[in-house]
């Protein structure tokens, strides 16, 4: 659930620890017997009326979690963020002194209303998108759900409900996979395991029982408890029946929930959004008050010194940042969504982008899921129903979770006359599997009192408890030449790509209860399973894909190394270094680090292996994602910079995951990854658009501020020109992205900012200076007579103004808008590289705008009058020459950097 930031904040936390103990202390110290009484419940369950009457009670069984606000609070929110309350107190600035200061016929509220036009234009789309986003994503996250099995209105048979209909009295029933729906006392159990590591740290599975150990358990921790099992925890092997009798808020996990919602990890592009807002800001704060010098001390009129610097700083304001990266994020999970892909996590779809390296499973992903049972052989190598009929009994009689080899040796209920199995033997006890010993084991007893020990597992364990082997009938001691002969055998058939078990067994056991691993000894070797799961035909195409999209796919398995190298070799995975699960544990850090450099196939692992391979990738500076299903794969998920899974996936690895996948196929990967450049891409372009055009109109301003003895444009003017070029970048997330740019994962990289901003920024400096000389002495003398400026006095000089003010006006909105085509790619804009035709449509109606707003009525208010016709042809020559230069910076500073967004 919130395992990575979960143990930390427990063992900070002491008070927290200790919610309700005595409560829970009483519950485990309560007999048996008196459980269901003491929670007004019975076996078979509570009725409905109870269940109503408790839910009214105890409300829904939900932790506390990031709920979603109500539209009013939501809208309300998109106006927090820095840039937005820059250009309010902007606004608040404007108001009084344009308005509540000024007389009452020189009121003046047109650069209220355009700054509170900006203000409400970021904010609206913002909701829209976030609403829009969180309608989708809900509708998503509907589509997973977790359930509990539950017990209710006096039935035998169980029931599946959602998770957050329990109540306190439900009677649950749990088995391998599940989650604990919420804080359950135990009331029978079978070998019920259960693995309390997202709430301890702990990877040790603890075995949970109806009584204690300790008698009057008081005192401690009540993690420790024998007969408790906390909301979080999840089911190894075994099964048990428990009470509900805390849920929600008032289980154990929900009193320390409100301590870590809100606190999820920033990932490295949170802190790169972060650190340009920052940076843009304190690049605001520092050249407004330069600005306002310069003018002030150079025309001597302060009041306009301020309105123009205030003017600036609303220019300078990147007000459409949190807008442009929500709509982002939101277009990806709808597209992703259509992709068979669920997002949890809407930031995780950026990590998606970053991904360089994809840690999987082989079972469903490089394999057809559907494993057929294809020999089962006694130890001359003959097929041997004797096999199968063990093999069945310990498949049949376990507790655990029954996956896909279990069930393929199912499948023979029919072959083997076994539909009334369980008339004819019962199940004396289990010692389940685990991961360290590979093997697994069934007691069970027929009709004539016959008891023994049925145990299936990997071939190298198998052969460690076998002390005797059966041959032609007879049962002969274990010699080292049996053992070779047996690896042989089962290599050839690794070989093949059938993954191979052993089946052996011990009669006549004198032993009752309480069995343990202890007791897997001298056991007799009967025979071999050998499953085949054929690799998928688009296994190997979706591994290329990745590989040329630049991620390195390794595979982590826990099947034996032959096995996963057969498969591996099948669907294109490099088998020069494969690493082993037994190689691994002698190996240090350092020693293990640098063979996972070169090696792509991890066979025979541990779950804790598995995650120890992801730290260690993580820590030589990769984004590592996971893709996986199983019990054993909710460490790794949640270790990883991206956790996979799918949505027939086991309770505790859904809850892990980051991404829910419809259908477990590398393909539909690879297409989430793509995905998660373009958004990455759309998102750069906007940051870089926005620094480099701050940056060079700093230069800009500056130099007209200091060298002309007018203001270079009105405050209404550049208020307008913002506006207008803000209007233009709506559609950005809308763009499409080079296919070049999507050939290689894209991780945040601060330092390229600086850079970009300081090459590129500066060009429209160039032009805009260009821009000044040509109005202020071709233009403007042009249109009062031939006269220069300083000849000028009066009504011509301001005529004059007016025309450099217009002439700017354009230029500025024009070229600020072509630049948007000029870095969006790192080709030949328009020509090898085209903008998507809603980002042409826009600018192309924002430029027309700009040009026309001069002729008309709302120009000649705000103080723009209409230019000559000479002037569009050096506006032309202007643009081009922009371009042009822009273009030659440009593929310098990509042969130079080799990068560009």
């Known amino acids: 659930m919130y395992s990575k930031q979960l143990v930390t904040i427990m063992k900070k936390n002491k008070k927290t620890q200790q919610y309700n103990s005595e409560k829970v202390f009483l519950t485990a110290n309560r007999p048996i017997d008196s459980v269901y009484n003491h929670f007004e419940t019975s076996r078979g369950g509570l009725t409905d009326e109870q269940v109503e009457d408790f839910r009214d009670k105890y409300g829904e069984n939900e932790i506390a979690h990031e709920k979603r606000d109500a539209g009013l609070v939501a809208f309300i929110k998109t106006f927090i963020n820095p840039f937005i309350?820059?250009?309010?107190?902007?606004?608040?600035?404007?108001?009084?002194?344009?308005?509540?200061m000024a007389n009452e016929g020189e009121k003046e509220w047109i650069t209220v209303i355009i700054i509170s036009t900006m203000v409400l234009l970021s904010a609206i789309l913002r909701f829209v998108q976030e609403q829009k986003s969180n309608k989708e994503s809900e509708a998503l996250r509907k589509m997973v759900k977790n359930t509990a099995t539950v017990y209710r209105n006096g039935s035998k048979t169980s029931i599946e409900i959602n998770i957050s209909e329990l109540v306190p009295g439900d009677v649950v029933y749990l088995a391998a996979g599940d989650m604990i729906p919420a804080d359950i006392r135990i009331v029978e159990s079978k070998?019920?395991?259960?693995?309390?590591?997202?709430?301890?740290?702990?990877?040790?599975?603890?075995?949970?029982?109806?009584?204690?150990?300790?008698?009057?358990?008081?005192?401690?921790?009540?993690?420790?408890?024998?007969?408790?099992?906390?909301?979080g925890s999840n089911v190894i092997s075994g099964s048990g029946i428990?009470?509900?009798?805390?849920?929600?808020?008032?289980?154990?996990?929900?009193?320390?929930?409100?301590?870590?919602?809100?606190?999820?990890?920033?990932?490295?592009?949170?802190?790169?959004?972060?650190?340009?807002?920052?940076?843009?800001?304190?690049?605001?704060?520092?050249?407004?008050?330069?600005?306002?010098?310069i003018n002030g001390l150079t025309k001597g009129e302060w009041f306009n010194a301020f309105i123009f610097a205030v003017s600036v700083a609303v220019g300078l304001t990147p007000e459409m940042l949190p807008m442009i990266v929500t709509s982002?994020?939101?277009?990806?999970?709808?597209?992703?969504?259509?992709?068979?892909?669920?997002?949890?996590?809407?930031?995780?779809?950026?990590?998606?982008?970053?991904m360089n390296i994809l840690c999987t499973d082989k079972t469903g992903t490089l394999t057809n899921d559907k494993i057929i049972l294809e020999r089962y052989i006694n130890v001359d190598g003959k097929e041997d129903n004797r096999v199968l009929r063990h093999a069945y009994f310990n498949s049949y009689f376990q507790t655990g979770l029954k996956n896909l080899i279990d069930q393929a040796i199912l499948s023979h209920t029919q072959e083997l006359g076994f539909e009334n199995l369980e008339a004819n033997y019962k199940k004396v006890d289990e010692i389940p599997f685990d991961f360290n010993r590979r093997r697994m084991s069934v007691i069970i007893e027929d009709k004539e009192g016959k008891r023994q020990i049925i145990t299936k597992g990997a071939i190298e364990e198998m052969l460690e408890i076998c002390s005797h082997v059966e041959i032609n009938g007879e049962v002969?001691?274990?010699?080292?030449k049996v053992k070779e002969l047996a690896l042989m055998d089962a290599g050839e058939m690794n070989n093949e790509g059938m993954r191979v078990l052993a089946v052996a067994h011990k009669s006549w056991i004198e032993k009752e209860l309480d069995f343990a691993v202890e007791d897997e000894t001298d056991m007799v070797l009967i025979g071999f399973l050998a499953f085949l799961d054929p690799p998928k035909i688009s296994a190997k195409n979706a591994i290329t894909q990745l590989h040329a999209h630049g991620v390195e796919v390794k595979v982590l398995s826990g099947d034996n190394a032959a096995v996963v190298k057969t498969i591996c070799q099948q669907v294109g995975v490099d088998i020069s270094h494969i690493l082993t699960g037994p190689e691994i544990e002698s190996m240090d850090d350092e020693g293990l680090g640098k063979r996972i450099v070169d090696a792509k196939v991890f066979a025979k692992l541990t779950p804790m292996q598995k995650t120890r391979i992801i730290i260690l990738l993580q820590n030589q500076g990769n984004t590592v994602g996971f893709l996986g299903d199983g019990i054993n794969d909710a460490s790794a998920l949640r270790q990883s910079d991206i956790g996979i899974s799918v949505d027939t996936a086991v309770d505790i690895a859904k809850e892990s995951a980051d991404i829910i996948l419809?259908?477990?196929?590398?393909?539909?990967?690879?297409?989430?990854?793509?995905?998660?450049?373009?958004?990455?891409?759309?998102?750069?372009?906007?940051?870089?658009?926005?620094?480099?055009?701050?940056?060079?109109?700093?230069?800009?301003?500056?130099?007209?501020?200091?060298?002309?003895?007018?203001l270079p444009m009105l405050p209404i003017h550049?208020?307008?020109?913002?506006?207008?070029?803000?209007?233009?970048?709506?559609?950005?997330?809308?763009?499409?992205?080079?296919?070049?740019?999507?050939?290689?994962?894209?991780?945040?990289?601060?330092?390229?900012?600086?850079?970009?901003?300081?090459?590129?920024?500066?060009?429209?400096?160039?032009?805009?200076?260009?821009?000044?000389?040509?109005?202020?002495?071709?233009?403007?003398?042009?249109?009062?007579?031939?006269?220069?400026?300083?000849?000028?006095?009066?009504?011509?000089?301001?005529?004059f103004q007016q025309v450099f003010h217009t002439g700017w006006f354009i230029e500025s909105l024009l070229s600020q808008t072509l630049i948007v085509h000029m870095i969006r790619t790192r080709k030949i804009p328009f020509i090898q590289s085209r903008a998507s035709w809603p980002v042409l449509l826009l600018t192309s109606s924002i430029m027309a705008?700009?040009?026309?707003?001069?002729?008309?009525?709302?120009?000649?208010?705000?103080?723009?009058?209409?230019?000559?016709?000479?002037?569009?042809?050096?506006?032309?020559?202007?643009l081009l020459c922009y371009c042009g230069l822009t273009q030659i910076i440009k593929q310098w500073y990509v042969r130079r950097f080799t990068r560009w967004l």
């Open 85 to 100: 309350g820059i250009l309010m107190l902007l606004a608040i600035v404007s108001l009084v002194i344009d308005v509540l």
């Open 191 to 231: 070998d019920l395991f259960v693995s309390q590591s997202s709430l301890t740290g702990e990877s040790d599975a603890i075995e949970k029982i109806p009584g204690l150990k300790k008698q009057e358990h008081k005192t401690g921790s009540v993690v420790e408890l024998d007969n408790i099992c906390f909301m």
């Open 242 to 293: 428990g009470v509900v009798f805390a849920t929600g808020q008032y289980t154990y996990l929900g009193t320390i929930a409100k301590s870590i919602v809100g606190v999820r990890a920033q990932t490295n592009f949170d802190v790169g959004i972060n650190k340009v807002s920052l940076l843009l800001i304190r690049f605001m704060l520092v050249m407004v008050p330069f600005v306002f010098l």
């Open 328 to 354: 982002n994020l939101a277009k990806g999970a709808v597209a992703m969504s259509k992709r068979k892909t669920i997002v949890k996590n809407l930031n995780s779809i950026q990590s998606f982008g970053a």
């Open 476 to 480: 002969i001691p274990m010699i080292d």
């Open 662 to 710: 419809l259908e477990k196929d590398l393909m539909v990967l690879e297409e989430g990854v793509l995905e998660g450049r373009r958004i990455f891409g759309n998102i750069m372009k906007y940051i870089k658009m926005t620094a480099s055009s701050n940056f060079g109109n700093m230069f800009s301003v500056l130099a007209a501020s200091a060298f002309l003895p007018f």
């Open 718 to 799: 550049i208020l307008v020109n913002n506006l207008l070029y803000d209007i233009s970048q709506i559609t950005i997330p809308f763009d499409k992205v080079d296919k070049e740019y999507l050939q290689k994962p894209r991780k945040w990289d601060a330092s390229d900012l600086s850079r970009f901003m300081i090459y590129i920024g500066p060009i429209s400096s160039i032009f805009d200076i260009t821009t000044y000389l040509l109005m202020f002495f071709v233009i403007g003398p042009a249109v009062v007579g031939g006269v220069s400026y300083f000849a000028l006095s009066g009504v011509d000089q301001l005529t």
């Open 849 to 878: 705008i700009g040009i026309v707003i001069p002729f008309t009525a709302l120009g000649a208010r705000i103080g723009l009058v209409a230019l000559p016709w000479s002037f569009f042809p050096w506006l032309i020559l202007t």
